[in-house]
């Protein structure tokens, strides 16, 4: 099993959740408004540092990852490297 951390513009939260949802990924945690600071700057939810990211978790199978990689990247392409989108595959043991 594999862990999918997504990072994405909040501008960009629905995109994300229609690529899961049409590869049937059989569940994830949603963290809306994440405040914090990376590539594409500061984003605190303020006047001073607009916008905000949203943070996706999944546990999927290790056959899964390429497929939604592949679509998670199309989607940085179209948005511009300014919006900000990182994913992250780690391994995934089940404990309890």
């Known amino acids: 099993m594999k862990l999918l951390m997504i990072l994405v513009d ?8 229609r690529i899961l949802e049409e590869h049937e990924v059989p569940g994830y945690t949603e963290l809306p408004n994440v405040f914090g600071k990376g590539q594409t700057g500061r984003k605190e939810g303020s006047r001073a540092f607009p916008g905000s990211s949203t943070l996706f978790f ?3 199978q290790e056959g899964m990852c ?3 990689c592949k679509e998670l990247e199309e989607l940085d392409e179209q948005a511009g ?12 043991t089940e404990v309890v």
Do not use: Q
């Open 58 to 60: 999944t546990v999927i």
């Open 66 to 68: 390429e497929t939604l």
């Open 81 to 92: 490297k300014e919006e900000g989108l990182r994913a992250y595959i780690m391994d995934a």
């Open 10 to 17: 909040s501008n960009h939260e629905e995109d994300v959740e």
